[in-house]
């Protein structure tokens, strides 16, 4: 199993160009989530899917949106990117919401510049 | 206030001395996640607890809900145990929506 994969690893962008983040599960996990990672704070939640076809915020979504058409699947897409987003950005998965007994499995990340 | 606190921020040790990373929460949680962040930015969970104590190898994680605390042991550190570590809680009853709250990370170094 690869487990959760992230394309790309690295990204440049100019202000206000769009990509999307794809983040890919082979566990067949419920729920997926995005996260970001800038020096001197602790992942942040941007968005989170409980199950295929349903998506909500987390604490900072402004400027980013999602989709998850197929349970496997979970894209983040930057409509016109800002250089505050230039971040780390984490995919995750897990069973289902985080229960007692359910873990988070985290992909390997990437790594975008927004100049 | 950050809802979940780590201490210290960075840690240089030498190699094997025993260490201690601290964690404090405020929140009520269903479970508390201990995570490691290799140098390579790689992020892997090291243990899920909810109560007690947990064993993996030299790796030991303790949990006291009546004070909130939880932490985390490294004996006979080594080198190849130099990353970031991470504590993270998962909210009780809804609370933060079954989602992770994170603390900032606690950055270890192992001196050989």
């Known amino acids: 199993n690869a487990g959760v994969t992230q394309t790309p690893k690295f990204q440049v962008l100019k202000t206000g160009q769009s990509m999307t983040l794809q983040c890919a599960q082979d566990m067949n996990h419920n729920s997926m989530y995005w996260y970001r990672q800038d020096p001197g704070m602790g992942l942040r939640l941007i968005y989170y899917s409980a199950s295929e076809g349903t998506t909500d915020k987390g604490e900072v979504p402004d400027g980013y949106n999602v989709s998850r058409l197929k349970k496997q699947n979970f894209l983040l897409g930057l409509e016109s990117a800002a250089p505050s987003q230039t971040s780390v950005y984490f995919c995750a998965s897990s069973p289902n919401r985080l229960t007692r007994t359910d873990t988070q499995y985290f992909g390997p990340g990437t790594r975008l510049t927004v100049l | 206030k950050n809802e979940v606190e780590q201490s210290p921020q960075n840690l240089t040790a030498q190699e094997g001395e025993f260490i201690t990373i601290n964690c404090s929460y405020s929140?009520?949680?269903?479970?508390l996640h201990w995570l490691q962040q290799h140098p390579g930015g790689g992020i892997v969970s090291l243990f899920m607890l909810s109560s007690g104590k947990k064993k993996h190898g030299r790796l030991i994680a303790t949990i006291n809900i009546q004070e909130k605390h939880s932490s985390l042991h490294i004996t006979a550190s080594h080198p190849r145990d130099s990353a970031v570590y991470i504590c993270?809680?998962?909210?009780?009853?809804?609370?933060?929506?079954?989602?992770?709250?994170f603390g900032k990370g606690t950055k270890l170094s192992v001196k050989p």
């Open positions: 993270a809680v998962s909210g009780e009853y809804g609370g933060s929506q079954g989602n992770l709250i």
């Open positions: 929140v009520g949680i269903s479970a």
